[in-house]
Structures are given as structure tokens and as C-alpha cells.
């Protein structure tokens, strides 16, 4: 579970931003809360809010540059290899200073800190720490690098790692346990709903999850009342939404199934155009009437489906993955071709603690003001991202900053400029 993440000279951000998912003392939806510690409870869900260009997305994207760094730097970074940080770009002076990201969070009952500083060309400092020792597991500071336990092993991995690199993910190829035991949430319980370019694109393959078929087709029945089923075929090897995939799936059916994935995230027709060439093909059983009155099924493709049905059914693993494992989705424009209630019916599997009972959580930007009536959210769960006029930096602030009254009207509130982050933009007045 993520308890805070603080991101530094990234992109809008010149200052440092932070996102805390630990609640406030609010009275409401404390049933929906995620028990951590006898004085802390955190949040399932936040959403940011934010004017076009205000650098709300640029929250989720440092998230996910972070994390695909943290978790292949041994792998994509080769001596010549420039870090893939984007400084911010409207003074003279930060693009020669570090960006920095720091984590947070818990996993098996322990609290983790891990984070580092970086520039394009090197890593400037990095640590890493467990809450249950008393000292930090490694600091760096350049290359030079500091241990509390096993020194002898870790000299050893230190002298490996490139000053691109980060220490961290080089000493899990080096069966390094502790850092193993941490590295487990980055790889195995963050999922994200769209990858970007700040690096080579990180394919996430869903394709081991065995439910992965049959939650598509769950939420496609959710989208679209209309829809009895789904059939899946790849390379003439047909699938059913309930079939159990194997772990040992075969290669080529795994691609298949990633192709699938990003098909859904498409233009109907190009995404269509692109499975049919990979000679995967996925169908929709729709009820029907003949012409005797009689009810029949009948299959359509997937590019005759509504692009809110498939915007649904492209999220549908990466929900259901965080849910099985306590794990974190991060969205960008949730409410992007989806009804208002197929938004909610995504929020409260995580604010529900009977569908979310391993303490999963949902961070995502959005524009639907209708969430801050509070009837699925609470008032700390509301963040706003905003860019200042003065000097073009973005800031990220929670509505639990400004003092609000129980019974004030929040969506009001923030439409009128109250809170910031709205456009400045005058509406004409229509008679």
C-alpha cells in the first residue's frame, strides 16, 4: 500500500510535490478506510483535479517514470545510457539540478522508504530503509555508498553499479534479500492504466493472470447491458471469459494477449485492424430476436463496441490485479468515454470494503466534478493540481489545506475558483 509519494524538478513540478494517502480525522466513509497502524488509516482512493495543462497528469507520469526506472535501471541503462528525467524547463537553473522521487509504502506488514535524485546523466543520491531496522539497508551519494548490514557483499555490488544505475534494482539481480523483499511492490503491485514516452514503452503483461479474460468480460457485461458473453481466439485457439489461462502460457499466445490490450486503448478500427493481423480476434454475444419472435445470441466485434465498453473492459485487469493484491492503480482521465456511473462503479470496488478487502487503493486525475458532491468520496481525498502565472510551476495541494465547513458545498466552491485550479476563462452570458 502507498502511504506517501514526494516527486521534485519533474517535468511542471520545480518544487517539491507530495501525495499522501494517509486520512484525516473525518467522521464519514470510515468503514471504507485501509487500517495500517493503531493511529493511521489510509485512503483507497484520491482524486486530482486540475485546469488543461495544470500538471495533473504530470503526477501519474513521475509516478510511472519512477516506477519503470526502479524496476528495469539494471537492464535499459548501458554505459552511454542518459537517465529519463524531464527536469522543468522555464528558468535557467533546474535543468542542471536532480529530479527526485520518494516512496512511502508497506508491504507484508512492513513500512518501506525508498527513493532517489537524478540528473540525465547520473544518479546523485539514493537510500533505501524498512521501518523494523534501525538503520538505512544502503545511502549513495554518487558512488559512494554506505551499508549497515553484509558491507563486504554490498562493496562488491556497489563496484557494479554504473553511476546511471540505481544500486537498488542491480543488487535484486544479485539475490540481495532485503532489497528483493521491497523491490516486490514496485514489480508486483503498482499497475498503471497507459504506459507513456519518456522511456521505451514497459509492456504490462496481464497475460499471466489467469482471471484476466474473465474480469474483461465482467466489465464489459457491466459496460453494456446488452453483452451475454465474451469469445476470444488466438491463432485459431479459441478461449471462453471463464477458461482458466495456464501459467506455462505459450509465447506467442502471451503476445496475443498484450496485442489485445492495447487494441482496446485504440481507435476502434485501428485496434481492429491491428488484432486481426496478430490473428487475435475477440467477440461480444448480444441478445437478439429472430424473426419469429424467438431470443437468440449473436456475436459482434470488437470494433462494434462503444468505446465506453472498451475503455472499461482495457481497464478491467489492471482493477482487478490491484484488488487480488492490496496493490495501487494509477488512471489518467478516468471518466475519459465513460458514463458518470461506470466511473463510480470503478471507485466504489475500492471504497467498498466488502470488493476491496486487501487494502487495494486508486490514484486518478479527472475532471467529473459530480465526486465532489462526497457521496463516494471524502473531502481529503480530493487533490488539486495547479500551475502558478508567475513563474509557470505546477503545485499539488489536497482540499484538506483550506478551511472548509462540514456542510460547504466543495463542487460549487471549486467551479467559482475557490480552491484554484480552474481555467480563467470568462463564459458569456446567455439570454
Request: hydrophobic share 40%; glycine share 6%.
Amino acid at each position: 500500500m502507498l502511504i506517501e509519494f514526494r516527486f521534485k524538478n519533474y517535468r511542471s513540478f520545480r518544487d517539491e510535490a507530495i501525495l499522501s494517502m494517509e486520512a484525516t480525522g473525518l467522521g464519514s466513509f470510515k468503514k471504507s478506510l485501509i487500517p495500517w497502524s493503531s493511529t493511521t488509516k489510509l485512503l483507497p482512493a484520491i482524486a486530482i483535479y486540475g485546469k488543461n495543462g495544470g500538471g495533473k497528469s504530470n503526477v501519474i507520469r513521475a509516478f510511472w517514470l519512477a516506477v519503470q526506472f526502479i524496476r528495469n535501471a539494471q537492464r535499459t541503462q548501458h554505459e552511454s545510457s542518459t537517465i529519463p528525467v524531464n527536469p522543468f524547463a522555464l528558468n535557467d537553473y533546474s535543468k542542471d539540478e536532480p529530479t527526485s522521487f520518494d516512496f512511502v509504502y508497506t508491504i507484508n506488514g512492513i513500512k518501506y522508504w525508498y527513493g532517489f535524485s537524478a540528473t540525465r546523466e547520473k544518479i546523485i543520491s539514493e537510500y533505501h530503509a524498512p521501518k523494523k531496522k534501525q538503520a538505512q539497508i544502503f545511502s549513495r551519494t554518487g558512488q559512494t555508498f554506505s551499508f549497515t548490514e553484509d558491507p563486504a557483499k554490498r562493496k562488491m555490488i556497489g563496484e557494479m553499479v554504473a553511476e546511471n544505475q540505481l544500486f537498488f534494482s542491480v543488487a535484486c539481480t544479485m539475490n540481495d534479500a532485503p532489497c528483493i523483499a521491497a523491490m516486490r511492490w514496485f514489480r508486483d503491485q503498482i499497475f498503471f492504466s497507459r504506459d507513456y514516452s519518456d522511456i521505451p514503452k514497459q509492456l504490462l503483461e496481464y497475460s499471466e493472470d489467469k482471471n484476466m479474460l474473465k474480469a474483461i468480460s465482467d466489465y464489459a457485461k457491466a459496460a453494456d447491458l446488452g453483452i451475454q458473453d465474451m469469445q476470444f481466439e488466438f491463432d485459431s485457439k479459441e478461449l471462453k471469459d471463464d477458461t482458466a489461462l495456464p501459467s506455462n502460457l505459450p509465447v506467442g499466445i502471451k503476445a496475443a494477449l498484450v496485442q489485445f490490450m492495447h487494441a482496446l486503448s485504440e481507435n476502434s478500427v485501428a485496434g481492429e485492424a491491428r488484432l486481426k493481423m496478430g490473428a487475435v480476434s475477440a467477440k461480444a454475444s448480444h441478445q437478439g430476436e429472430n424473426r419469429d419472435g424467438q431470443t437468440s445470441s449473436y456475436l459482434l466485434e470488437l470494433s462494434d463496441e462503444s468505446d465506453g465498453t472498451r475503455k472499461l473492459m482495457a481497464l478491467a485487469p489492471a482493477i482487478e490485479s490491484a484488488l487480488q493484491t492490496g496493490g495501487i492503480l494509477l488512471v489518467d482521465e478516468l471518466e475519459r468515454e465513460l458514463h458518470p456511473m461506470l466511473m463510480n462503479y470503478i471507485i466504489a470496488k475500492f471504497q467498498s470494503s466488502e470488493s476491496n478487502q486487501n487494502g487495494a487503493q486508486i490514484v486518478f486525475t479527472t475532471h467529473n466534478t459530480e465526486l465532489m458532491n462526497l457521496e463516494l468520496l471524502r473531502k481529503d481525498q480530493l487533490y488539486f493540481a495547479d500551475k502558478r502565472d508567475k513563474d509557470g510551476a505546477s503545485e499539488l495541494y489536497s482540499i484538506s489545506e483550506f478551511s472548509t465547513r462540514t456542510t460547504e458545498n466543495i463542487r460549487k466552491g471549486y467551479l467559482v475558483g475557490k480552491y484554484g485550479a480552474t481555467p480563467d476563462i470568462e463564459i458569456e452570458e446567455v439570454e
